[in-house]
């Protein structure tokens, strides 16, 4: 099969690449390294550097190389940025990404879409988890912008005939996360561990708090959901990739605390504006097709191992 990934050099993405060509798949990356990194990509791919937003290369590129799926993860996937910056935080994530959807179309292949549960869904009040049923509630320019395409990949679907799976994805985490996308904490958390460095919980509602609740996935979970799409196991399905269980950022910090096994010095910041208290899906129906997602122990074990072996001498 003849797989083509957008952001393939990310986070994501790249584990997404790994992932294909491992199961014997040809792959072709794009991605036009604003965030993403070339030591990411597997040796075996195609790489491309191109920005999604370029149409006429993007279908050049793919018309010549006639993807079979398309699994979609270019994004700007900070919404900082995209309260700083809406225009942009549409044009690559709007627009780009209806470039992506005019080749799936045009190549007859199957399109993939990494969606945001995690920013889609609002407040979900404490005691409950956000199931695909729930309306989207967009508090961010970034929400808004991957609750719209999901819109249009329904109206391609309805009139075009295009085959999709939208995976909206809870705060995923593990090796190679870049601190800076919307489940960075992680990634934030153990790399200033490792270097002794102070850690900030910020609060949820008042300083001092236990901090936000959040539900953390491990990528590969994700990486299994990429998969199954490919396969057209998925077609036409909204599905969350998530854990449902709940975590406080302070919980998440004692927790790394100790896999580092380092003395952790954790100070107490404040509400940083525009963040959600309590964000937690519902993981039954990812549950149903595709087993289990990771324990949380066991992902942040992996993801503790792999930054630590990052740490140069």
Known sequence: MKILVTGGAGFIGSHVADAAVEAGHDVLVVDDLSTGRTENLPASADFHPIDIRNAKVLRELALHFKPDAISHHAAQASVSVSVREPVL??????????????????????????????????????????????????????????????????????????RYTILRYANVYGPRQDPHGEAGVVSIFVQRLLRGEPIQVNARTRQGDDGCVRDYVYVGDSVRANLAAFEGVLDGRTINIASGVATTTRALAERLAVLVDRPAIVNDGPHRAGDLERSVLDPAVMVSILGEPTPLERGLTATTEWFRSQVRP
């Open 89 to 162: 935080d549409a044009d690559i994530n709007l627009m780009g990404s209806l470039n992506v959807a005019n080749v799936a179309l045009e190549c007859g292949s199957r399109l993939i879409f990494s969606s945001t549960g995690g920013a889609l869904y609002g407040e979900v009040p404490d005691g409950q988890v956000a199931g695909e049923e729930w309306p989207a509630s967009p508090k961010s320019p970034y929400a808004c912008s991957k609750a719209s395409f999901e819109l249009y990949l329904r109206a391609f679907g309805h009139e075009s005939g295009l």
